[in-house]
């Protein structure tokens, strides 16, 4: 379907790159959603109007675009009220979406998993829920009948009723999700691993990144998109002197992420919390790559990330020609150039990963007794055993593990 794209904008606030960028970044959303987009149009304006966002004038204006293009619909930057989407359905003849509707319903195309899709669906309710709307007798549903009192249910009423049924059902769903997580968490941290969350603007090349930490044994989908991949993957990544940690890939943010969204995926999102070491992936090529670390900064406050180690990685250096000087890599951020495509970086981007989790990766001294193989397999199986030295009364270890696999193999040994 032929689309137009509009962004809108007080006069009052000084025009800047932002709102282009916006508008570049709807454009490349439309195209992830299967539309085809044919024309871009910022608008400037004295004050919102009301009734539909830009004004008469304005409306009259795109209705000949339309005209000349041959467009289906208008997408709009801004969010729209009910009100301000249906009367310019009204006036212009063709679907009216705004951004938020976009991007859900990127999300819902494009989630893989169960959960995924039940997030996205959520979104979706939780969207439609907050854009009811209808007046007049047109939106009666039911007369009532006992003693001719007048109108029974409205058929908003009745709508609004059937979405709060199909939220409640789905947040029970998600909730049996999130406790199955749980359990997961629970095993996981039985032979407990530093734990590092990738996160990043979307396309940035997170899941590209963490496919080359893997060497390619567990290939994840990666793709040239916005919102290439949705659902979270955790790996297990081999630390550079040995030892291992956790990497999970999360879902990328984006400017103006609808929170209807973030409230829905906040379960996954949550595993964030949980993490020993945040490796903050940026698209060093990007002109927009401050903005997308703003971006990516609001919405780790906003789910409560805090007190976590921070790595800023800047990937895609081999798509510019000086990294530490032609693009937006401030020195505060410590930032680390690399290219997941090509593998440049790499190797010092683990070793800052290992020395930032230092705190969580100690090193131990244990004598293990005669006959307690058990004890020496898990010691191999979930730490880094630096030197073993044989002795009478059995061998001396000394390892590198987490606090709490230390303190697990200690009890068994002295239980």
Known sequence: MKIILVAAELKKKRPDAAAESALEELWRLAETAGLTPVQKIQVRLQAWNPATLIGSGKVEELKEIIKETGAGAVIFDEDLTPGQGRNLEKALGVSVADRPRLIIDIFAMRARTREGKLQARLAGFNYALSRLGGKGGSMDQQRGMIGGRGSGEKKLEYDKRELRVKISELEREIDAIRRERSTQRGKRDAVPMPQVSIVGYTNAGKSTLLNRLTGGKHAIYADDKLFATLDPSTKRVRLPSGGWALFTDTVGFIQKLPHDLIAAFRATLEEILYSDLIMHVHDLSSPEAQ????????????????DIPVIHVFNKADAVKDPAVSAWAPGRLRPLFV?????????????????????????????????????????????????????????????????????????????
């Open 291 to 306: 903005r997308q670390h703003d971006a990516v900064k609001a919405t780790l406050e906003e789910l409560g990330v805090h």
């Open 339 to 415: 290219s997941a495509l090509t593998g440049t970086g790499v190797d010092g981007l683990m070793a800052a990963c290992e020395r930032a989790l230092s705190h969580r990766w100690k090193e131990y001294k244990l004598t293990v007794p005669p006959g307690a193989k058990g004890v020496m397999k898990e010691i191999y199986d979930s730490s880094l055993v630096l030197e073993a030295a044989y002795g009478p009364d059995g061998v001396t270890l000394r390892f590198k593990a987490t606090p709490e696999n230390y303190a697990r193999v200690k009890k068994k040994i002295f239980i």
